[in-house]
């Protein structure tokens, strides 16, 4: 149900309420001894930082995870507590910030160690750290065969606690080889170091179906499953029931009929092949509609699927709503992603007709498209 809306060009709906609810049904598919790291990085996947994490502290999530300090000063507007980690690697002019906002950083080399260590000896207080193991990725971690070398850094330097390993997979849900010789190799630099309270994860919502039941894992990263998107790949998170948190909307600005021929969009490369109704949507490129949707895109109005036509454009794209049994009028509501009339364009329909991935879709949703909360409480 649209909340406030009448007047919005574009907006995205979310439903806080699903949110809670994914996050519920997740935890209650995990072995109990896992933590929930909910990751919420870029905005909450586009969602909304503020109001996603709130909702997630109330619903119980156990960790966040970010990929800055700029989004770790932010959540701790929401709450303060709840153990923060980051990601991405710190830059040495952003670590001073570390102490002060309480936020755990990912160490992926020795001089990163050394740095945070100095650190903590001239503030006179704890930093606990996160140590990354590359173990086939080749972005953040220090390379496997060498995490000793860091551990023992982090162990020498009493000013750091540490607090976790982790790993990323380059392959989760689409080449179980390559994960399961990442998890190995994982395991044999982390295994030694084992011990209680160290929160050890390397799986996310698409790794985790190869989660094994032993071993000492005790955490797992969620970002895209909690926002109701299932990853790629079958997991036992399949049977999970999750519900898409963010549907998409703009309105119609004008409705013209044109003749057969007319050349339409802003290139003018697209030919009318009979007389048509065309319909300007209030939205374009600069909202988050990329343009690998020109000609091949679809919209609903009324229920009905519409082809977005020609080229989309910074502000505005063209429909083809010939056949639609009614003319749509301005200011009518077009739903990009979402459910309208018992039809559903997901996005995962939307990221492949962009030719982009879920994740993508969510993170260039643009400022200027309003988020719009609804209010109903979970059950």
Partial sequence: MSVGTDNLRAWAEV???RLERNLAHIRAALPPHLRYVAVVKADAYGHGLAAVAARLMRAGADVFALANLDEAAALREVGLGWPVLILSAILPGERARVPALDVMPTLSSVDEANAFADLAARRGRKIRVH???????????????????????????????????????????????????????????????????????????????????????????????????????????????????????????????????????????????????????????????????????????????????????????????????????PGERATLIGEDGGQVLTVNDFARAADQVAWEVFCTVSKRVRRVYTRDSAT
């Fill in 15 to 17: 439903n806080l309420a």
């Fill in 131 to 329: 140590l990354k193991v590359d173990t086939g990725m080749g972005r953040l971690g220090i390379w496997h065969t060498q995490f000793e070398e860091l551990r023992s850094a982090v162990a020498a330097a009493p000013g750091l606690e540490l607090a976790g390993v982790f790993t990323h997979f380059s392959s989760a849900g689409s080449n179980d080889e390559v994960t399961e010789t990442q998890r190995r190799r994982f395991l044999k630099a982390v295994q030694p170091v084992a011990r209680p309270g160290l929160l050890i994860h390397a799986d996310n919502s698409a790794g985790i179906g190869s989660f094994p039941e032993g071993g000492p894992f005790n955490g797992v990263r969620i970002g895209l499953l909690q926002f109701g998107v299932r990853p790629a790949g079958g997991t036992f998170l399949d049977r999970v029931h999750v519900e898409p948190v963010l549907s998409l909307h703009a309105r119609v600005g004008l409705v013209k009929n044109l003749p057969a021929g007319t050349r339409v969009s802003y290139d003018g490369t697209f030919k009318l092949r009979r007389p048509s109704r065309i319909a300007v949507l209030c939205a374009g490129y600069a909202d988050g509609l990329p343009t690998r949707l020109s000609n091949r895109g679809q919209v609903l109005i009324a229920g009905r699927r519409c082809p977005i036509i020609g080229r989309v454009t910074m502000d505005q794209t063209l429909l083809d709503v010939t056949d639609l049994p009614e003319a749509p009028q």
